[in-house]
T-cell receptor
Framework: QKEVEQDPGPLSVPEGAIVSLNCTYS??????FMWYRQYSRKGPELLMY????GNKEDGRFTAQVDKSSKYISLFIRDSQPSDSATYLC???????????FGKGNQVVVIP | NAGVTQTPKFQVLKTGQSMTLQCAQD?????MYWYRQDPGMGLRLIYY???????DKGEVPNGYNVSRLNKREFSLRLESAAPSQTSVYFC???????????????????FGPGTRLTVL
C-alpha cells in the first residue's frame, strides 16, 4: 500500500463551484501536511501548510486534517478558471524534509 | 531573485547516452533535492543533499548520480540513459533538511520549472 493515496481525477467544475480534494495516508507518524499547486508545465508551489490536526483557512482555500481518520482535505470556494491546475498533497513525519507525495489531482474550472 | 533554475528545459536522448541536468538556487538554501514526476506516480525523490558536501539516496536512486558542486548548485547525471528514465525532473531547495520536531515552522521546498527528458 502506498503511503499516500490521492485520486488523480480529473475533476471538472463550473466557475464559482466549491472544489473538494482529499488524500488518505497510512503512516500515523505524519505530522506536517501540505498542498502544492502545479500549473501545466510548471514546478509545484506550496499552497497550504498545516501542522498536526485541524483547519486552516487562507482566502478561498481551506485545508483540513483529520489525523484520527488519516485523511486530509482541500476546499476551494468560489472557484476561478485560474484555479485550473494539478493539486498534490504532501506529508512529512517532521524532523526532516522527506516528503511523501500523492499522485496529484487535476482540476479544471470551466468559465 | 530567480529562485530555482534548471537547464535544459527539454532534452531527447538515445538509449545509452549520458547527460547532466543542472540546478541552481539563489536563496542561500542549505538543502537541495531531485525529484522525478511520472503520470500516475506523483513526485518521487531521487537524491537529496542536506548541505554542501553531502548527498543521500532517496526513493528511486538507481541509474542516477548527483553532485553538490557548491551551496548553490546540485546536478543530476544519467550515465547510461534508459527509456524508463523518460520523465519530468524537478529540482527543489529548502532552507534546511532537518528541523526541530514539534515546531509548527514551515520548511517549504521551492521547486524549479522542470526538465522534460525523453529517452528513445
Amino acid at each position: 500500500q502506498k503511503e499516500v493515496e490521492q485520486d488523480p481525477g480529473p475533476l471538472s467544475v463550473p466557475e464559482g463551484a466549491i472544489v473538494s480534494l482529499n488524500c488518505t495516508y497510512s503512516n500515523s507518524a505524519f505530522q506536517y501536511f501540505m498542498w502544492y499547486r502545479q500549473y501545466s508545465r510548471k514546478g509545484p508551489e506550496l499552497l497550504m501548510y498545516t501542522y498536526s490536526s485541524g483547519n486552516k483557512e487562507d482566502g478561498r482555500f481551506t485545508a483540513q486534517v483529520d489525523k484520527s481518520s488519516k485523511y486530509i482535505s482541500l476546499f476551494i470556494r468560489d472557484s476561478q478558471p485560474s484555479d485550473s491546475a494539478t493539486y498534490l498533497c504532501a506529508m512529512s513525519e517532521g524532523g526532516n524534509n522527506r516528503l511523501a507525495f500523492g499522485k496529484g489531482n487535476q482540476v479544471v474550472v470551466i468559465p | 531573485n530567480a529562485g530555482v533554475t534548471q537547464t535544459p528545459k527539454f532534452q531527447v536522448l538515445k538509449t545509452g547516452q549520458s547527460m547532466t541536468l543542472q540546478c541552481a538556487q539563489d536563496m542561500n538554501h542549505n538543502s537541495m533535492y531531485w525529484y522525478r514526476q511520472d503520470p500516475g506516480m506523483g513526485l518521487r525523490l531521487i537524491y537529496y543533499s542536506a548541505s554542501e558536501g553531502t548527498t543521500d539516496k532517496g526513493e528511486v536512486p538507481n541509474g542516477y548520480n548527483v553532485s553538490r558542486l557548491n551551496k548553490r548548485e546540485f546536478s543530476l547525471r544519467l550515465e547510461s540513459a534508459a527509456p524508463s528514465q523518460t520523465s519530468v525532473y524537478f529540482c527543489a531547495s529548502s532552507e534546511v533538511l532537518v528541523y526541530r520536531v514539534g515546531t509548527s515552522a514551515n520548511n517549504e521546498q521551492f521547486f524549479g520549472p522542470g526538465t522534460r527528458l525523453t529517452v528513445l
